[in-house]
């Protein structure tokens, strides 16, 4: 256990001594989420940049955020439903499920 407080110590930055594992792993969650955040709007501006069609732009990074560091404020937009090709397509790739 001991090791993962340091680890996660080493990430944030600071000396472990005063703070609570529960503290640490908040504060290494937030510096994930910030470097993500980044990340994300380094990609969408690269997406935006090769777009061949403006009805392709994507004007929120939070798309491209993994879906456990969304965060409160950016939520990840949901997939749409399956469409009846999507499920077909699913039953010719992987034949022998479930039929409803």
């Given at each position: 256990m001991w090791d993962?407080?340091?680890?996660?110590?080493?990430?944030v930055g600071v000396d472990p001594g005063p703070l609570t594992?529960?503290?640490?792993?908040?504060?290494?969650t937030?510096?994930?989420?910030?470097?993500?955040?980044q990340t994300a709007r380094i990609l969408m501006k690269l997406h935006?940049?090769?777009c061949k069609d403006e009805s392709e732009l994507i004007h929120d990074p939070a798309v491209f955020m993994p879906p456990g560091l969304a965060?409160?404020?950016q939520q990840r937009?949901?997939?749409?439903?399956?469409?009846a090709?999507?499920?077909?397509?699913?039953?010719?790739l992987f034949p022998g499920g479930k039929k409803k």
């Open positions: 993962d407080v340091d680890e996660l110590a080493g990430v594992l529960r503290r640490l792993l908040n504060m290494n937030g510096r994930r989420r910030h470097d993500w955040q935006n940049v090769n965060g409160p404020t937009p949901k997939a749409p439903p399956p469409t090709e999507d499920c077909a397509l699913l039953r010719k």
